[in-house]
C-alpha cells in the first residue's frame, strides 16, 4: 500500500478494520504503508504448498479489493521501491497504538547503542547511494515472506532444519527477494535489499 503521505491519515487504519481488525486477516508492520498477512498453521503434506498458495491468494484478493475501494493497490516486492526518502520518516512509524509504542522503544533502543546515525552506503561500482537517517524507518522498506515452522523434538532436529534454511536461502533471495533499486534511484548493487538490511 503507497506510504501514509501520499493519503489522507488513518486510510490504512480503515482497510484493516473492515479486513477483521488486529485478529484479522492481515496487521501492520514497522511502515504504516506496509501490512503483515498471516496464514494458518498446516501440517506438512502432499498438499501443504498448494494448500498454502490458495489461501494466500484467497487473502490477497480480498486485501486488494478493500484497497481499491480506496483508491490504493497492493504491491509485493522483496524490496519497496516505489518509496521516495521523504516517506522514510517517524511520521509514518506504524499508527497502531500498541505496536507504535513497540518500534518507538526499539528505535530508542537500537539509536542509544550506535550512538551515530544510521548510514546506508550502496555501491556497484559505477553508482552509488548514500544516506543518513536518525532512526529505523529505512528498515520498513524491507518485506519478507517468513515460514515458521514446529518441531516436534527441537534438540534432535533444529540443526538439520537449520542448515536446510541456511542452504534454501541464498536461492530463494535471488528468485524473490533482489532489487537493484532504492528509493526510485539506481540500479546498484544487484541485492539492495541485503545491504539495506544488514546496515540499519
Partial sequence: IPPASRFEEGTFGKIKKEL???????????????????????????????DEESEIKGKLQLVEATAS?????????GLIETSREEDLSLDNLIKHPSKHK???????????????????????GRTSYRQQLEHIMIESICTSLQSHIRLEKPEQDFSRYMNS???????????????????????????SRVRIFEQS
Fill in 102 to 124: 513497540r518500534y518507538l522503544g526499539i528505535n530508542y533502543g537500537v539509536r542509544s547503542f550506535r550512538e551515530s546515525p544510521f548510514e546506508i552506503c550502496i555501491n556497484n
Fill in 165 to 191: 534454511a541456511l542452504i534454501l536461502a541464498a536461492p530463494l533471495i535471488a528468485i524473490s527477494a533482489n532489487s537493484p533499486f532504492v528509493n526510485g534511484r539506481g540500479p546498484f548493487w544487484k541485492e
Fill in 69 to 77: 475501494r480506496h483508491g490504493l493497490t497492493t504491491y509485493l516486492s
Fill in 20 to 50: 477483521g481488525g488486529n485478529g484479522g486477516i492481515i496487521s501492520g508492520e514497522l511502515g504504516d504503508f506496509n501490512f503483515e498477512l498471516n496464514t494458518e498453521p498446516k501440517m506438512i503434506s502432499k498438499s501443504f504448498f498448494s
